[in-house]
Structures are given as structure tokens and as C-alpha cells.
């Protein structure tokens, strides 16, 4: 296939390429730099996130493109950070689905990037696709976390305001991805428990959805199939969603056994003004699991949070 991956450039992206270009794929990423291709082939195009230009020529005539584009959340929760997460997305999704449009040959798949976060906080049941209450109303929690929900809200509807009847589409509601990779979210995980501060943040009830990198490239792929007919919302998480202080407890355990300290709430604020990210990220309880998936016959290699956390680290210690 041709695989066209807008804001292909991070940690995400990095993993996608590592399973589509062995495979054979030819994989096109859309950045705001233009690269030479690197030593895998890979290309990468200029464009600007927001209007449709030269680049559009790549979707025309490719088997499928995957949008990721989006500015980072791992920052503050400013009113100007918050103006971009929302423009960066909407922007993105709004110029891919243009640009389909106009296309002769359009992609057959087109799979958007959303996130988890889109359903509400909770530590009852998890959400999955079919009963899962999304978020925005819930009581007791901090207003600014309605505008994460209505981040990803409005990042679906641009995808689904498109006006493409020839290419099938799905929004993928990530969880937490965990790669081996400087600079992820396991990377910085990992940080935590090797110097004793991975312990129970505010308790630590509050659950984390995530999915293992390898789990995440698998089930890209599977959507994009030919006879993958999924289409609309489909959850990217592992099927086991665990509190906070047993993820980290396995991760310590991954680790050798590494003590952790516990941090209350306004600790937790204050680390994370200090890393320059907000205590969301932290705190909102996330139990999410992948319904549309395992009813497709998507089989995970990482179902449990222990075997993906022992296996995760291995792959930092080879890494370092």
C-alpha cells in the first residue's frame, strides 16, 4: 500500500513507520519541514496543517492516509495551548478531508487520530463504543477538563463533516501509547519509577487506559485491511485498563522492585507545572476498552498490563 501519515514526525508516527515500511508499504509523512528521504525510503512533504496544497497530490492515488496531526498534550493547559491543541486538530482533520474531496482516485481508508480522553471520567464501568457515556457533564471534576473532551468532540466531527462516500473512515480513540521510545509517555514513566517517584498519585484509583505500541501499529493495520469494514469510532486500548497505582507497580516491579513514594493531589499539580504539562493527564480516571476491535476478531500480543510493562522495558534496556 501507500500510506500517507499527516504529523507522522512523532513518537506515534515513528511507531507506524516501524511496521508499515518492513512490511513493504510505501509510507509518505506530510510534516511541517520537508526531509530527504531517510535511509528506510521514507518521504517526507511540506505542509502546513491547515490549507490544502501541492501536498494534496500524495492522497490522490493512495490506498489510505492516517492523520495524526495534533500539537502535543504533554503541556500546560493554558488558554493559548488549549486554542492550539483544538486549531492544530481541527485544522488538520479539516484540510485531509478537503483534500480527499478534490482527489480523482481517493484513499479507500482514511483513519483519523482522536483519543481516549473523548469518554468521561469514571471509575465505574469502562467504556467501550457501544455504552461508553462520553464526557463533558460530569460532576466534581475541574471545568478546563470539559475542553480536553471538546477538543477530541470537535476533532471527530471535522473528520465526519467530510464529504468522502468513497473512503471508508474511523476515528481512532487512542489510549496512552506505550513505546520504548525517548520522548513517549512510557519513556517518562519509566523516569518516575527509576527514581523512586512512580507511587499512587492521589490514591491512585483512577484507571489508565493504554495499549502497547506493538498492539497499537497491529491494529492500524488490521483497520487497514480491505476486509476491515469497520467505520466511525473504534477504541485503541489494551482490553485491561488498570488504576494508576498498579500500573505503576508493575512498572516498578519491571524495574527490579524501585521503591515509590505516593504524591497527593496538589503534588501532583505542582510536578506538573514543573515538567510543563498539566495533573489531567494524571488524574482523570480513564477505563476504556477496545469493544469494536475484539468483535472484529483483533487479537491483542499485549492484552495485561504486567507482560506489556516487563516487555516494554526490556526494550528501554536494549534501547540504552
Same mark, same amino acid.
Given at each position: 500500500?501507500?500510506?500517507?501519515?499527516?504529523?507522522?514526525?512523532?513518537?506515534?508516527?515513528?511507531?507506524?513507520?516501524?511496521?508499515?515500511?518492513?512490511?513493504?508499504?510505501?509510507?509518505?509523512? !506530510?510534516?511541517?519541514?520537508?526531509?530527504?528521504?531517510?535511509?528506510?525510503?521514507?518521504?517526507?512533504?511540506?505542509?502546513?496543517?491547515?490549507?490544502?496544497?501541492?501536498?494534496?497530490?500524495?492522497? /490522490?492515488?493512495? /490506498?489510505?492516509?492516517?492523520?495524526?496531526?495534533?500539537?502535543?498534550?504533554?503541556?500546560?493547559?493554558?488558554?493559548?495551548?488549549?486554542?492550539?491543541?483544538?486549531?492544530?486538530?481541527?485544522?488538520?482533520?479539516?484540510?485531509?478531508?478537503?483534500?480527499?474531496?478534490?482527489?480523482?482516485?481517493?484513499?479507500?481508508?482514511?483513519?483519523?487520530?482522536?483519543?481516549?480522553?473523548?469518554?468521561?471520567?469514571?471509575?465505574?464501568?469502562?467504556?467501550? =463504543?457501544?455504552?461508553?457515556?462520553?464526557?463533558?457533564?460530569?460532576?466534581?471534576?475541574?471545568?478546563?477538563?470539559?475542553?480536553?473532551? +471538546?477538543?477530541?468532540?470537535?476533532? *471527530? =466531527?471535522?473528520?465526519?463533516?467530510?464529504?468522502?462516500?468513497?473512503?471508508?473512515?474511523?476515528?481512532? +480513540?487512542?489510549?496512552?501509547?506505550?513505546?520504548?521510545?525517548?520522548?513517549?509517555?512510557?519513556?517518562?514513566?519509566?523516569?518516575?519509577?527509576?527514581?523512586?517517584?512512580?507511587?499512587?498519585?492521589?490514591?491512585?484509583?483512577?484507571?489508565?487506559?493504554?495499549?502497547?505500541?506493538?498492539?497499537?501499529? #497491529?491494529?492500524?493495520?488490521?483497520?487497514?485491511?480491505?476486509?476491515?469494514?469497520?467505520?466511525?469510532?473504534?477504541?485503541?486500548?489494551?482490553?485491561?485498563?488498570?488504576?494508576?497505582?498498579? !500500573?505503576?507497580?508493575?512498572?516498578? +516491579?519491571?524495574?527490579?522492585?524501585?521503591?515509590?513514594?505516593?504524591?497527593?493531589?496538589?503534588?501532583?499539580?505542582?510536578?506538573?507545572?514543573?515538567?510543563?504539562?498539566?495533573? =489531567?493527564?494524571?488524574?482523570?480516571?480513564?477505563?476504556?476498552?477496545?469493544? +469494536?476491535?475484539?468483535?472484529?476478531?483483533?487479537?491483542? *500480543?499485549?492484552?495485561?498490563?504486567?507482560?506489556?510493562?516487563?516487555?516494554?522495558? #526490556?526494550?528501554?534496556? =536494549?534501547? /540504552?
Amino acid at each position: 500500500m501507500k500510506v500517507v501519515l499527516p504529523g507522522g514526525t512523532g513518537p506515534v508516527g515513528a511507531v507506524l513507520q516501524r511496521a508499515l515500511v518492513p512490511a513493504g508499504h510505501e509510507v509518505v509523512v !506530510l510534516s511541517r519541514s520537508a526531509r530527504e528521504p531517510g535511509p528506510d525510503g521514507v518521504r517526507h512533504v511540506q505542509w502546513d496543517g491547515r490549507t490544502v496544497g501541492a501536498w494534496a497530490a500524495e492522497l /490522490d492515488g493512495a /490506498d489510505a492516509v492516517v492523520n495524526l496531526a495534533g500539537r502535543s498534550v504533554s503541556c500546560r493547559y493554558t488558554d493559548a495551548n488549549l486554542r492550539e491543541m483544538m486549531s492544530s486538530r481541527v485544522d488538520s482533520a479539516r484540510a485531509v478531508g478537503a483534500a480527499i474531496e478534490r482527489a480523482a482516485r481517493p484513499p479507500r481508508v482514511w483513519l483519523q487520530m482522536s483519543t481516549a480522553t473523548i469518554y468521561a471520567h469514571t471509575f465505574g464501568p469502562a467504556h467501550d =463504543e457501544a455504552t461508553g457515556v462520553l464526557g463533558g457533564e460530569e460532576p466534581d471534576v475541574p471545568l478546563y477538563w470539559e475542553y480536553s473532551v +471538546r477538543i477530541a468532540r470537535r476533532w *471527530e =466531527e471535522a473528520q465526519a463533516e467530510a464529504d468522502t462516500p468513497r473512503t471508508r473512515r474511523a476515528a481512532l +480513540r487512542t489510549a496512552m501509547v506505550m513505546s520504548p521510545d525517548r520522548g513517549s509517555v512510557f519513556d517518562y514513566l519509566c523516569w518516575l519509577a527509576r527514581v523512586g517517584l512512580g507511587g499512587p498519585v492521589a490514591g491512585g484509583r483512577q484507571y489508565v487506559s493504554w495499549i502497547h505500541a506493538d498492539d497499537f501499529a #497491529r491494529a492500524v493495520v488490521h483497520l487497514l485491511d480491505d476486509d476491515c469494514a469497520i467505520e466511525g469510532p473504534v477504541n485503541l486500548a489494551a482490553p485491561g485498563p488498570v488504576p494508576q497505582r498498579e !500500573l505503576m507497580r508493575s512498572l516498578r +516491579r519491571a524495574w527490579g522492585g524501585r521503591p515509590g513514594l505516593p504524591a497527593t493531589r496538589w503534588m501532583a499539580g505542582l510536578g506538573a507545572f514543573v515538567l510543563r504539562s498539566d495533573p =489531567e493527564l494524571l488524574l482523570k480516571s480513564r477505563r476504556v476498552v477496545p469493544g +469494536r476491535l475484539l468483535d472484529d476478531g483483533f487479537r491483542f *500480543e499485549h492484552p495485561a498490563w504486567d507482560d506489556a510493562a516487563r516487555d516494554l522495558v #526490556r526494550g528501554v534496556r =536494549e534501547r /540504552d
